[in-house]
């Protein structure tokens, strides 16, 4: 195992500007570390992997990481990816995506993904805002609390982003948080080897807009909440549906064997190029 020093040297590209743009705690560093590692510990050649972020505070990751990266437009980081691998099967490809990215103008690229089940890790960075344009409420904003544009409360439903995946037809979805991190990288790698649509959901927090709004405290204050407000899935099947109110529940939710999509596609072209022949 490389030591951190190594890591950066390794798979940052040192002539882009560091430090980067994140705010000072901010949790998608915490996540670029944990792709790092999981990417390290499965021993894949940086030939091996791509990242495609949309937009976003997360979209910027790709700009920092010495792998095959593309940095694509709003909502469309599944679609270009979709392409990617069926060109290129082979490649390792991960997905950045923040949740109004990935839920909002992404949703319907999200939901037939999953469906199609092609073999891509997505990890969603649930910061419950739209961080980077000035704090709007977000597809996953919990209801009730305060944002740009429900100076009065959010009344939407938050969307649950594992529940979808799994619904969808997504053959790995787990759920951390940037508190626990070797736990996150520990799904990054398994949805990594995963064959198949895998969905990592990072909940990860944004002090800067989310939680000054909501008065949730530092970015101290939100890391040790998300420490004391989350829950194994073990542990939370054992509880009472009012006593998980407000929790955040960590863990595999799925992780199944479907038929990939690349795979499938494949021996289409072969059918097609055979004459129509089974």
């Not at 972020?53 to 940095?71: A, E, K, Q, W």
């Not at 597809?139 to 544009?149: E, F």
């Not at 799904?187 to 909940?203: D, M, R, S, T, W």
């Not at 795979?263 to 072969?270: A, C, G, P, T």
Request: charged share 20%; net charge neutral.
């Amino acid at each position: 195992m490389a030591t951190q020093r190594q890591l950066i040297y390794d798979y940052l590209r040192h002539k882009k500007k560091f430090p980067n743009i994140w705010c000072a705690g901010c949790g998608i560093g915490i996540v670029m570390g944990a792709i790092i590692r999981a990417v390290d510990d499965l021993g894949y050649d940086k030939n091996q992997v791509a990242m495609i972020s949309g937009i976003g505070c997360s979209g910027r990751m790709p700009v920092y990481l010495d792998f095959y990266t593309m940095h694509t437009t709003h909502g469309r980081a599944l679609s270009f990816a979709t392409g990617l691998k069926l060109a290129r099967p082979e490649l390792k490809i991960i997905v950045v995506m923040g949740d109004g990215d990935a839920l909002a103008i992404g949703g319907n690229h999200f939901i037939h993904t999953a469906r199609r089940n092609i073999d891509l890790t997505a990890i969603v960075i649930n910061n419950a805002t739209y961080g980077m344009t000035g704090g709007q409420y977000s597809p996953t904003t919990p209801q009730h609390m305060l944002a740009t544009t429900a100076p009065y409360g959010n009344i939407e439903q938050d969307f649950p982003i594992c529940e979808l995946a799994q619904v969808c037809g997504a053959a790995f979805v787990a759920r951390s948080t940037v508190y626990h991190v070797e736990e996150l990288q520990g799904y990054i790698e398994q949805g990594l080897e995963k064959k198949g649509f895998a969905l990592i959901e990072a909940v990860s927090y944004c002090h800067t807009t989310y939680g000054r709004l909501n008065r949730l405290g530092s970015a101290v204050d939100m890391m040790r909440a998300l420490k004391e407000n989350s829950i194994t899935r073990q542990a939370a099947e054992k509880l009472p549906p009012e006593e998980l109110q407000g929790k955040i529940v960590r863990g595999i939710f799925v992780d199944r064997e479907v038929p990939e999509y690349t795979e499938l596609y494949q021996k289409i072209i072969e059918r097609a190029q055979s004459g129509g022949k089974a």
